[in-house]
């Protein structure tokens, strides 16, 4: 990186979130904790006895992103099966089911259970606020963040035909309740403590391939201003936030045991993303020629919001090399100044409990590598 001694002090290490080496959040589960939830399956282990697992685990994953220098901890979604819906099924109207037409990734992967909405959509309970209290609770030298998926996964994968018509004849009263119950879940979460939430919005990337909205089409979905309302609710949402709460958003292609589903640059949702939606931070998949190049980084706003380059991929072992990701830091910086740039591996390593194909040390040595070029580049975390 062509940085002087002076530039690295100037950048700094920042004082909020997003920090200059990050992660998205999940990480692979450790053998204690997948023995765990195998025997809470098989009727063999207590609800409590599962819970007291998982907490193990979850102050052994904190101390170990401390130790490696990470600024924000996460509880690795340790207590979760998938990303995306043991969260949404905990609002009210929404519930799981095995769909008969499964989402397939490529390689032929299919994803086994889906959303549909049987009720009212609304924020009845606290879902996952004592997940995120626990890592409040048990951190030391990190800022505890929480991870939840954005509000677009309840409507993206199943549309109208997913929704239940008699309760939602009007999909615009759909989207102003699943924008509503966002909002209160933030707060909630605000309430709670939280100053540091991403929001998992891979469906936005997903409006980015051709495919995606060919499928959306065939299935008789209006997909004209689907942008535009899924920011309008991600706006809804972010309104519950207090003060000094950082709203991230996470963007991918599909991450499911190292499988993927979407292509395509950011171009067409560039403005929308960086301009439209009043999230304070970005983290972008940028492993893969899947993700496009750096130019939509041009319509970043200039000062404040900060874009965290996913140039470390999840999805396998192999370990990237410094010169490598100094490189591409590097070629970012000549559409977004590199104060307003941060460094992450692309996705999750265990977007769901299985996880992706590498091992927990490969995982670590990857986390470790973000912390170490981003001392190199910007002079701190």
């Excluded at 008699?166 to 909630?188: I, N, Q, S």
């Excluded at 201003?225 to 709203?247: H, K, Q, S, V």
């Amino acid at each position: 990186m062509s940085m002087s001694g002076a530039a690295k002090d100037r950048v700094g290490p920042r004082g909020l979130p997003p920090f200059r080496a990050d992660h998205v959040g999940s990480l692979l589960r450790p053998r204690e904790l997948a023995e765990a939830r195998a025997a809470r399956k098989a009727g063999t282990l207590s609800a409590d006895a599962l819970r007291a697992a998982e907490d193990r685990c979850i102050q052994a994953a904190i101390r170990r992103q401390e130790e490696l220098g990470f600024r924000a901890a996460t509880d690795g979604e340790y207590r979760r099966a998938f990303w995306h819906f043991d969260f949404v099924s905990g609002l009210q109207g929404v519930e799981l089911y095995e769909p008969e037409q499964k989402v397939q990734f490529k390689g032929g992967l299919p994803l086994p259970l889906s959303l549909r909405v049987v009720g009212r959509i609304g924020w009845s309970k606290p879902v996952m606020v004592d997940d995120f209290r626990f890592v409040a609770g048990h951190v030391k030298s990190a800022v505890p963040k929480m991870t939840i998926p954005s509000p677009s996964v309840v409507h993206f994968r199943g549309g109208r035909q997913a929704i239940d018509p008699k309760t939602y004849p009007d999909l615009d009263m759909f989207f102003a309740d699943l924008g509503e119950a966002y909002c209160k879940a933030v707060a909630a979460f605000g309430a709670a403590g939280c100053r540091y939430l991403q929001l998992d919005e891979v469906n936005i990337a997903y409006l980015c391939d051709p495919e995606q909205i060919a499928g959306l089409k065939a299935r008789g979905e209006h997909v004209e201003n689907l942008l535009a309302i899924y920011a309008g609710m991600l706006n809804r949402a972010i309104e519950g936030r207090p003060d000094g709460m950082t709203i991230s958003m996470h963007l991918c292609r599909g991450n499911f045991r190292s499988h993927w589903v979407a292509s395509g640059g950011y171009e067409p949702v560039a403005d929308v993303l960086f301009n439209q939606i009043n999230s304070d931070a970005y983290f972008m998949e940028y492993d893969t020629e899947r993700a496009g190049g750096f130019e939509p980084l041009r319509f970043v706003p200039r000062g404040h919001k900060v874009v965290v380059l996913g140039l470390v991929t999840s999805k396998t072992g192999a370990l990237e090399t410094k010169d490598e990701l100094k490189r591409r830091i590097d070629q970012a910086a000549k559409y977004l100044p590199l104060e307003q740039l941060a460094l992450s591996p692309q996705c999750g390593f265990a977007s769901t409990e299985e996880g992706n194909t590498l091992t927990e040390d490969e995982q670590w040595a990857k986390l470790q590598l973000c912390i170490d070029v981003a001392r190199e580049v910007w002079g701190g975390i």
